[in-house]
């Protein structure tokens, strides 16, 4: 047939299409903690589904901070639904006490439930585009019969009922410059700038050892980047901040109810006291200038205020933004600031809230006008760096309620979370607060060891954003 714009697309009876919705899988996108935990509860409500993992494991990125340990005790990083299934299978659970490394999350959490789900995870295999059958983003009539075409990076391809994007963020990173531009010359540079959590005292020791290194980010992640360089001898350490002072970063301390979050600020805070860390505030990447294997890196502020520091090596722990390319022949809704969905973007905006104020929220807030479309996880918070691991559990049991047509269940959202300091800048405030978790990679990491482990003081730290109330970091990044 022809339109008056050109040629339109012959709408398929139903018995004639290739694939029917009911009868076809729910993929799930990414296997890290918030994807499985979406595919244990399409199993136990026995749903057919397929996931979807770029890397060659489950957890893929978490093995890129396995050296890191979470803030949160075991008792809050497992998924009740995946828990109840691995319990099932003869598993044992952690000492729920214990605060593990990203290396033992998927050792111990992660890997038995990709293994108990067997063959409907499927890893090397990476999505490149989402779309509906025989359908872009401007058809309607017949749209919502029509099953989802998942397209793969090696060409394949395979249809879905719905599809669930827990793909993250972690291979998105933020970029240096201040305005959310890269800053001038940074490509020039990138051979000497790594992204947040390297293995500063493991496998990158050398890299850092003995040089002068900057580190950009006001997040928990920068601060634990800085509390590793810190046990480096002879090495420099510069810290650029946005903000007008630290005082997000350092938290709540010792009135945080996650001792190993709230003594990062304590240790952080002494460190900048004591001149060991160079603290430069009011910091705004605009350029970074080579010079042979050193940068030099500057700051113009809104003023037009600049000031600068030379350095042998950058760590870039600015926080993540999420990646809708695959997405772009869907129909999403996205706040325009954000790049969450509209209905979440108030109860997650770093301008108003901390971690702590987030409240609950699932497959009603996560819909997209695209039906059956649902991202979830850090990706579902787009910039904004106020996720937490407990959180995303909640959205994935949400969501797979609403696919499975219980509303009710998926209607009812609630979390149990431990009280915290670290959130606010505001002490007397934050102990009146109830907040969650920090876990994962928009969570609390640690990245040192835990000596001081028998008095509840141990370190941890989240990825740095650079978004945030007074641009100074969040709780979760």
């Not at 990158?204 to 003995?210: I, L, S, T, V």
Request: aromatic share 4%; net charge negative; glycine share 12%.
């Amino acid at each position: 047939m022809s339109g008056c714009c050109g040629p339109t697309a012959v709408e398929l009876e139903p018995s004639r299409q290739a694939s029917q919705p009911g009868d076809l899988p729910i993929v799930v996108i990414g296997a890290g903690p918030i994807g499985l935990a979406a595919a244990a509860h399409l199993a136990e409500r026995g749903l057919d589904f397929v996931v979807l993992e770029s890397g060659e494991q489950a957890g893929a990125s978490v093995a890129q901070w396995g050296h890191v340990r979470v803030f949160s005790p075991w008792t809050y990083n497992i998924d009740a639904a995946a828990r109840r299934l691995l319990q099932a299978d003869g598993w044992s659970a952690p000492d729920p006490e214990w605060l593990p490394t990203g290396a033992e999350l998927i050792e111990e959490y992660l890997a038995p439930l990709a293994k108990l789900l067997g063959s409907r995870i499927r890893t090397g295999a990476k999505v490149s585009a989402i779309s509906r059958l025989g359908y872009d983003r401007v058809r309607t009539a017949g749209r919502e019969q029509a099953p989802f075409l998942i397209r793969l990076a090696d060409g394949s391809e395979l249809h879905a009922r719905a599809v669930i994007d827990a793909s993250g963020t972690y291979a998105t990173p933020n970029v240096l410059g201040a305005s959310g531009l890269p800053a001038r010359g940074e490509a020039d540079a990138a051979d000497l700038v790594d992204h947040a959590l390297p293995d500063v005292l493991g496998a990158d020791r050398d890299r850092y050892a003995g040089k002068h290194v900057l580190v950009v980010g006001a997040g928990h992640s920068a601060a634990t980047t800085l509390l590793a360089l810190a046990q480096l001898e002879d090495t420099p350490i510069t810290w650029a901040i946005r903000a007008g002072n630290a005082t997000r970063t350092y938290g709540g301390g010792e009135a945080d109810a996650l001792p190993a979050r709230g003594a990062l600020g304590t240790r952080l805070h002494a460190h900048v006291e004591s001149g060991r860390i160079r603290l430069l505030t009011g910091f705004f990447t605009h350029a970074v200038e080579r010079n042979g294997e050193q940068v030099r890196v500057i700051s113009r502020d809104p003023s037009g205020h600049e000031q600068s520091v030379t350095a042998d090596q950058i760590v870039s722990a600015t926080g993540y933004r999420p990646d809708h390319a695959i997405a772009s022949e869907l129909r999403l809704d996205l706040d325009p600031i954000l790049g969450s969905t509209r209905a979440l973007a108030p109860l997650i905006d770093p301008n108003a809230h901390s971690c702590g104020t987030v409240p609950a929220h699932g497959a009603d807030e996560l819909a997209h006008p695209e039906g059956g479309y649902y991202a979830i996880g850090v990706k579902s918070y787009g910039r904004a760096p106020t996720f937490l691991l407990a959180t995303g559990y909640e959205q994935a049991r949400s969501v797979v309620a609403a696919l499975a047509g219980d509303w009710e269940a998926a209607r009812q959202v609630q979390l149990d979370l431990p009280e915290t300091g670290v959130c606010s800048s505001s002490l007397a405030e934050a102990q009146e607060q109830r907040v969650g978790l920090a876990t994962g990679i928009s969570g609390g990491l640690l990245g040192t060891p835990l000596p001081l482990a028998t008095t509840g003081a141990t370190t941890g730290a989240t990825t740095g954003a650079t978004t945030g109330a007074a641009q100074g970091g969040g709780c979760c990044g």
